[in-house]
C-alpha cells in the first residue's frame, strides 16, 4: 500500500514537472518566435512605388511579410480597393498593425495576422511585398515559387539571389532623402542558372 502510493506521488510529480517545462517543441517553437530581422519602416513614398511597380489594382490579393506597422496593407487596401494581408511574428508590430488599419478605416479589405512567414501558404496572393534581408528572400523561394503564374513579387531593397528580376528601380526617397532599390519579380521566377 504504502509502495503503491509512492508510486502514484511519484508518478503526479514527473507529470507535474513535464507540464511545468517546455518541450523541446515548445522551446523551439518560441525560439523560432523572435523576429528575423529589425523593424525599419519602408518610407511612404517607396510603398508607393513598390505598389505602382507590381501593379496592383483591386482584384489583387496582397500579401505583406513581415508587415511591420501595417503601411504596406493599409495603403494597397485604401489606395487600390485590393485585399491585403500582413503578416508579422512580432506581437508589438501585430497589433501595431492592427491599429493602423482601425484607424484608416480598411477593415473590411485589410487584416493582420501573427504569423511566421515561412509557414504560409502563399497561393492565395497575386502581390507578395518583401522587406527582409536577401538569406530571407532566398529562403522564401519554394514558397514562393508555388504563387500562381504572372503573381508579382516586389521587394524593398533586397534582392534574391539566384533569381533575375524583371525589373529593378532606384528612387530616392522624399521622407529620408536615402536612394532606395526596388526589385521585381513574376512567377514563374526566372532562375539564373538555368
Not at 518560441?30 to 508607393?48: G, W
Not at 530571407?136 to 508555388?146: H, S
Not at 526589385?183 to 514563374?188: A, G, M, Q, S
Amino acid at each position: 500500500m504504502r509502495r503503491t502510493l509512492l508510486l502514484v506521488v511519484l508518478a503526479q510529480l514527473v507529470a507535474v514537472l513535464t507540464l511545468a517545462s517546455p518541450s523541446a517543441a515548445q522551446e523551439k517553437k518560441t525560439r523560432s518566435a523572435e523576429p528575423d530581422v529589425v523593424y525599419v519602416p519602408t518610407p511612404h513614398d517607396v510603398v508607393d512605388k513598390m505598389l505602382q511597380i507590381a501593379r496592383v489594382t483591386k482584384n489583387d490579393v496582397l500579401y505583406d511579410l513581415g508587415c511591420g506597422d501595417g503601411r504596406i496593407v493599409v495603403m494597397a487596401a485604401k489606395k487600390y480597393g485590393c485585399k491585403a494581408t500582413g503578416f508579422d511574428i512580432d506581437p508589438q508590430r501585430v497589433k501595431e498593425s492592427r491599429e493602423n488599419v482601425k484607424k484608416n478605416n480598411v477593415e473590411k479589405l485589410a487584416e493582420i495576422r501573427e504569423q511566421n512567414v515561412f509557414e504560409l501558404d502563399l497561393s492565395p496572393a497575386s502581390v507578395v511585398t518583401l522587406y527582409l534581408l536577401p538569406s530571407l528572400n532566398v529562403k522564401l523561394i519554394p514558397q514562393l515559387e508555388k504563387l500562381k503564374p504572372g503573381s508579382r513579387i516586389v521587394s524593398h531593397d533586397f534582392d534574391m539571389e539566384g533569381v533575375t528580376p524583371d525589373k529593378v528601380v532606384h528612387m530616392t526617397s522624399s521622407e529620408d532623402n536615402v536612394e532606395h532599390t526596388i526589385y521585381l519579380w513574376t512567377v514563374p521566377l526566372k532562375k539564373e542558372n538555368e
